[in-house]
């Protein structure tokens, strides 16, 4: 049997004390492990990239939960329906239609925001403005370009997880316009490693309260006429107009 000598004993102590130290450093990581972060990252990219390249439409049932930090309690959650496909000059068309607990209908087409509850027959019309883009938001990490999504945020791998059986990788998005920061300070989005878009989405408010969307029996590409995005109101509903 070999025994170590007191010198190689010696050298070999100092070494393990570093490297425990260097642990417990916050945010420390070894290179091998910040580059193979960055390959995946590099790589979960390239796959947004060609699903953007091929992107015409989504449509899914959707699940959401508002957290409320002070309580440490989620709200009860709303279920439903979300359209989602580009218009001819390049812009999201958007509706999500929540069926339970109460009806109410959003969409998204050109310069408005259209926001209906039939049940108290009222409606909240925004336009959008130069903020027509920020309408994108309530579908982060499905059809965009990834070259686009750098223009406004700075995107950071987290890892993996599964979500309801798929495997995704999970992307941290902090914007990087300090107006929209201090509306959410960042948004998570779990890209199916499948299909190259967004499984989950978290958007994180600046004192953690936060939205959890959940996407389930996704279909791409599935014919959705525009007339799915407009809402034609009854007459005897009431409307405020916000400009």
């Known amino acids: 049997m070999k025994i170590n000598s007191p010198i190689s004993t010696q050298r070999t102590i100092?070494?393990?004390?570093?490297?425990?130290?260097?642990?417990?450093?916050?945010?420390?990581?070894?290179?091998?492990?910040?580059?193979?972060?960055?390959?995946?990252?590099d790589s979960v990219l390239r796959h947004m990239e060609e699903s953007s390249g091929n992107f015409q439409s989504f449509t899914a049932d959707i699940?959401?939960?508002?957290?409320?930090?002070?309580?440490?309690?989620?709200?009860?959650?709303?279920?439903?329906k979300f359209y989602?496909?580009?218009?001819?000059d390049g812009s999201a068309l958007i509706r999500e239609e929540i069926t339970?607990?109460?009806?109410?209908?959003?969409?998204?087409?050109?310069?408005?925001?259209?926001?209906?509850?039939?049940?108290?027959?009222?409606?909240?019309?925004?336009e959008l403005g130069k903020h027509r883009d920020k309408a994108e938001y309530m579908a982060l990490g499905i059809g965009q370009s990834p070259t686009d999504l750098k223009k406004?945020?700075?995107i950071a791998y987290q890892g993996n997880e599964t979500v309801n059986g798929a495997a995704c990788s999970i992307l941290e998005l902090k914007p990087k316009d300090p107006k929209v920061a201090s509306i959410f300070?960042?948004?998570?989005v779990w890209i199916d490693e499948a299909t190259g878009v967004s499984k989950q989405m978290k958007m994180e408010e600046p004192f953690e309260d936060y939205i959890l969307v959940i996407f389930s029996n996704e279909k791409l590409n599935k014919k959705i006429n525009d007339s799915m995005f407009e809402q034609e109101l009854p007459q005897d509903v009431d409307i405020q107009r916000i400009n």
């Open 14 to 41: 100092p070494r393990i004390a570093a490297v425990f130290i260097l642990l417990l450093i916050p945010g420390f990581t070894f290179p091998g492990a910040q580059e193979d972060k960055a390959d995946k990252m």
């Open 63 to 80: 699940t959401k939960k508002t957290y409320t930090a002070i309580l440490e309690e989620f709200d009860p959650p709303e279920s439903g």
């Open 84 to 88: 989602y496909k580009r218009a001819g």
């Open 100 to 126: 339970d607990p109460a009806e109410k209908i959003t969409t998204l087409n050109g310069g408005e925001a259209l926001i209906y509850q039939p049940k108290v027959k009222s409606a909240i019309s925004y």
């Open 152 to 154: 406004t945020f700075n």
């Open 185 to 188: 300070s960042s948004i998570t």
